[in-house]
């Protein structure tokens, strides 16, 4: 199961961490893990498109997606990812979790 995390002060994101593997289905079938894949690297390519210094993120596990500037576009852009990991999670909810600080 992939698990996230989300961290919040003052209604901005933080941190998104996320752990572990959906299982949803073999390597390379797994349309869970590839709709999580997606999200987060769309998400890190807006969010760098409009300022490079506007978060930090590694790509291991755990994954750590960190808020660095909180400017206005990048908090919309992770609330956007966060809308998006919810509706992936009402789908699968066997295969990813959503706990929010």
């Not at 987060?40 to 500037?69: G, H, Q, R, W």
């Amino acid at each position: 199961m992939i698990k996230v995390n989300i961290k919040r002060k003052d209604n901005i994101i933080k941190e998104i961490k996320l752990t572990g593997h959906a299982k949803y289905d073999e390597y390379g079938k797994d349309i869970v893990c590839a709709g999580v894949s997606t999200s987060l690297t769309v998400t890190i390519n807006a969010c760098l498109s409009f300022d490079k210094k506007s978060i930090t993120y590694n790509e291991s596990d755990p994954f750590i997606l960190t808020n660095i500037n909180e400017s206005e576009i990048t908090n919309k852009l992770l609330e956007n990812l966060v809308r998006t990991l919810k509706d992936i999670e009402s789908d699968y909810k066997k295969n990813i979790t959503i706990k929010e600080e």
